[in-house]
């Protein structure tokens, strides 16, 4: 690997960090990076995965404030999400994706279309006179739903945020900023479980996976300042934005 090359990857690297932390979608500039230098689809997913899981940590620890009070929740919704990668990342080494990665973009455009009317949505969804009490008797659909976004996760993952966010704000009645505090911690688990399988798979490349690790670990930290400076409306149209954007992109 040259220099130009290695920067490039770290440079994405840091994009995808600081992109995954505030709103999701971070793969969608690292996969397309490593495609273009030359690597099998395999090799860049895989390797993208594991270079990705530090700058999950880095940020879910910049966002830790804000993950107060949450801990309950994270572990039955972190044990979906992982329980979710598992099979995701397993399908990815044993099967082909055309067929899934065509239903991608559909994935991801209905995911910002829950989170541009999720106000409306959340009030439509909340029990008469009780809202605060929105996960109730509905958490097992959550559940389900989050176990689902983890076997993608572990599958692909470009917009796993995306789709995360959406759900968590649909069925929680908390402030977004929470919400995506949580959505970090639910994404760096279907992260780390992949990555886990991926790393004795033999396909990563580890002087990508390294360099891409160094780098989004700096873009967690940097997203996460920022990030969490963000009112709920811009993040909500950052989400929306980019998202779709990812969408367009795949399906281009």
Do not use: D
Not at 85 to 92: E, K, N, P, S
Not at 144 to 160: H, R
């Amino acid at each position: 690997m040259g220099p130009l090359s290695a920067l490039a990857i770290a440079g994405a690297g840091m994009a995808a960090g600081f992109i995954n932390v505030v709103v999701g979608s971070g793969t969608l500039i690292t996969f397309p990076t490593l495609l273009a230098l030359g690597y099998s689809p395999l090799v860049a997913n895989v390797s993208n995965t594991i270079g990705l899981v530090p700058g999950s940590l880095s940020g879910a620890h910049a966002y830790r404030k804000e993950l107060t009070g949450q801990r309950r929740r994270g572990v039955v919704l972190g044990t979906c999400s992982s329980l979710g990668a598992v099979i995701g990342a397993l399908l990815l080494l044993e099967l082909p994706g055309t067929a899934f990665r065509h239903v991608v973009p559909f994935l991801i455009l209905i995911a910002c279309t829950l989170v541009a009317f999720q106000p409306t949505l959340s009030r439509w969804l909340a029990p008469s006179g009780r809202p605060t009490r929105r996960i109730g008797h509905r958490g097992q659909l959550l559940y389900v739903a989050v176990f689902a976004t983890g076997i993608y996760g572990g599958y692909f993952g470009a917009a796993q945020g995306v789709i995360l966010i959406s759900l968590l704000a649909i069925f929680i009645n908390e402030r977004l900023q929470r919400l995506n505090a949580m959505k970090n911690v639910l994404v760096m688990l279907a992260n780390l479980v992949s990555g886990t399988i991926f790393a004795l798979s033999g396909h990563v490349s580890w002087e990508v996976a390294g360099i891409l690790a160094v780098g989004s670990t700096v873009g967690g930290q940097i997203g996460g300042r920022f990030g969490r400076r963000l009112p709920q409306p811009v993040l909500r149209v950052a989400v929306v934005v980019v998202g779709s954007a990812v969408a367009v992109i795949l399906l281009v």
